[in-house]
Nanobody, 127 residues
């Protein structure tokens, strides 16, 4: 059992920035990957970013590459998503995901790769 606690969501004007955090606790063990997913109104969950345990395998959706940065601090069991140059189309509920078996995943950008999700945090970008 893994618990994920997110923070940092909110409302921002286009061009602004937000930094999301997600802290994992429980039976996390090591070698897990973390990711961020989002769900916009009326849409399915969309992959945003993923990072492996060592932080040397990172993936971004094309829509956020160059604007968002994923990072992690394993001493704190925390993953971050720095979001810059935000656009109205970034408006969504953002979820933190925990993947305890990254070796089994065949598609790194699949939103279904995660065994646990956080509660979600709303990000709203106004024009």
């Amino acid at each position: 059992q893994v618990q994920l606690v997110e923070s940092g969501g909110g409302s921002v004007q286009a061009g602004g920035s937000l930094r999301l955090s997600c802290a994992a606790s429980g039976r996390t063990f090591n070698n897990y990957a973390m990711g961020w997913l989002r769900q916009a109104p009326g849409k399915e969950h969309e992959f945003v970013a993923r990072i492996n345990w060592r932080g040397d395998a990172i993936y971004y959706a094309d829509s956020v590459k160059g604007r968002f940065t994923i990072s992690r601090d394993n001493a704190k069991n925390t993953v971050y998503l720095q979001m810059n140059s935000l656009r109205p189309e970034d408006t969504a509920i953002y979820y933190c995901g925990w993947d305890g078996r990254p070796w089994a995943r065949t598609m790194p950008m699949d939103p279904g790769n995660y065994d646990y999700w956080g509660q979600g945090t709303q990000v709203t970008v106004s024009s």
